[in-house]
T-cell receptor, first 111, second 114 residues
Framework: AQRVTQPEKLLSVFKGAPVELKCNYS??????LFWYVQYSRQRLQLLLR??SRESIKGFTADLNKGETSFHLKKPFAQEEDSAMYYC?????????????FGKGTRLHILP | NAGVTQTPKFQVLKTGQSMTLQCAQD?????MSWYRQDPGMGLRLIHY???????DQGEVPNGYNVSRSTTEDFPLRLLSAAPSQTSVYFC?????????????FGPGTRLLVL
């Protein structure tokens, strides 16, 4: 069964410290993986996807097929990074299929 | 497929009354959301859900509650209606919330709070 697991509900990190939001997935085929972010009372928006290998707002995420993980990382946290982060999965070969979300991790950056 | 359905179509409430606006979709969409539309303003996001058991606040959540016990249903509850909640309410669903994802809207519920 397809499943996305984000083990941390809340992660508090000091400003300037490194950030790592964990995401593990379970999927038998080839997945497309995403990170979405929701800033306070704003719409959910796409942060990055693994196939584009880009860095957005200093965040990166590498797909590790051996560990079935897609952890989100940033070397130096900023206060504006405080938000809710969702990891998500969709079958790579079927873009019409639904996206499966994890339960989300709330990132709180301490001053 | 019926798509996204909303009930009721129209409702009049007195200040302080509570009610639930129903929304259902039969497209197996994970992402559902509630908006309100007021004259001269665009759609404003009230609450959204990325899947059963997961909900979060949008731009204007005060005075509203949601729950998502099944993939199909996403009811919006007004706890104690106020005249400021007079509006047209739209429910929407999509496979995902990202750019390029097609959102399917319900026909709307027109709410008048006296």
């Amino acid at each position: 069964a397809q499943r996305v697991t984000q083990p941390e509900k809340l992660l508090s990190v000091f400003k300037g410290a490194p950030v790592e939001l964990k995401c593990n997935y379970s999927y038998s085929g080839s997945p497309e993986l995403f990170w979405y972010v929701q800033y306070s009372r704003q719409r959910l928006q796409l942060l990055l996807r693994h196939i584009s290998r880009e860095s957005i707002k200093g965040f990166t995420a590498d797909l590790n097929k051996g560990e079935t993980s897609f952890h989100l990382k940033k070397p130096f946290a900023q206060e504006e990074d405080s938000a809710m982060y969702y990891c998500a999965l969709r079958p790579l070969m079927n873009r019409d299929d639904k996206i499966i979300f994890g339960k989300g991790t709330r990132l709180h950056i301490l001053p | 497929n019926a798509g996204v359905t909303q009930t009721p179509k129209f409702q009049v409430l007195k200040t302080g009354q509570s009610m639930t606006l129903q929304c259902a979709q039969d497209m197996n969409h994970e992402y559902m959301s509630w908006y309100r539309q007021d004259p001269g303003m665009g759609l404003r996001l009230i609450h959204y859900s990325v899947g059963a058991g997961i909900t979060d606040q949008g731009e204007v959540p005060n005075g509203y509650n949601v729950s998502r016990s099944t993939t199909e249903d996403f009811p919006l509850r007004l706890l104690s209606a106020a005249p400021s909640q007079t509006s047209v309410y739209f429910c929407a669903s999509s496979y995902g919330p990202g750019e390029g994802e097609t959102q399917y809207f319900g026909p709307g519920t027109r709410l008048l709070v006296l």
